[in-house]
C-alpha cells in the first residue's frame, strides 16, 4: 500500500510529519516523499525535508496526502502540479489534505461538490473552488478527506487508519503515538480564543 506525501517549499512540517507519524506505522504501508524534483525541500522555519521521488515517479498511490503552508499559493497555478493530483486522484483509495492542502485540491478541480475543510483563516476560499466548507476537524466526502488546520492531520490520519485497516489498528496506532491531548489552553479555535487573540496573529 502505497502512500504518497507531496512536499514543497514553504510547506508546514507538521501537516506532513504528524500524518505521516500514523501512517507509516499501518501494516504494509510504504511512504513516498514527492516532490516537483527530488531533493531536499524547506519547509516554513526553516526545518529540511527531503523529497525521494518527483512527480513522475509515483502515478498510482493508493493514498495520497497533500499538506499545507505558505507554499501553497504559489503553486494554485501550477499546472504540472494540478494534472498531476488529477490523475492521482482518478486511481487512489483515498486522497487526502491537511490545512491549506485542500486549496491545492480545489484548484485541481478535486473539491467541486463536495464537503471540505481547511484552516479557520483560508475556509472562505473553498466555496470558490465548488466545495461546501464545513467546520469540522476532520470531513470526509466520498474518497476525499480533508482535515482543518495543521494539529487535525493526525486525526485525518487515525481517521484514515481505521478505514484502511479497522479501528482497533487505528486504536493501536493512536496508543503507540500516545495521541492523548490535554492542551493547556482552550485556543485552539478563534471562538474559543476570543478577538484579542485572534488579533495577534495579524501584527
Sequence with gaps: MQIAFLLFDEITALDAVGPYEVLVRLPGAEVAFVALKPGPIRASGGLVLQAECSLAKVTKPDVLVVPGG????????????????????????????????????????????????????????????????????????GKVMTAAGVSAGIDLALTLASRLAG???????????????????????PEKAGPEIVAMLDR
Design 70 to 141: 505558505a507554499g501553497v499559493r504559489p503553486l494554485l497555478g501550477d499546472e504540472a502540479l494540478l494534472s498531476w493530483l488529477r490523475k492521482v486522484h482518478t486511481g487512489s483509495k483515498w486522497t487526502a489534505s491537511v490545512c491549506t492542502g485542500a486549496l491545492l485540491l480545489g484548484a485541481a478541480g478535486i473539491l467541486r461538490g463536495l464537503r471540505a475543510t481547511t484552516h479557520w483563516r483560508s475556509h472562505e476560499l473553498l466555496s470558490s473552488y465548488g466545495a461546501e466548507p464545513v467546520h469540522e476537524r476532520v470531513v470526509e466526502d
Design 167 to 189: 479501528e482497533r489498528v487505528a486504536q493501536a496506532i493512536q496508543l503507540s503515538i500516545e495521541y492523548d491531548p490535554e492542551p493547556p489552553f482552550d485556543s485552539g479555535r
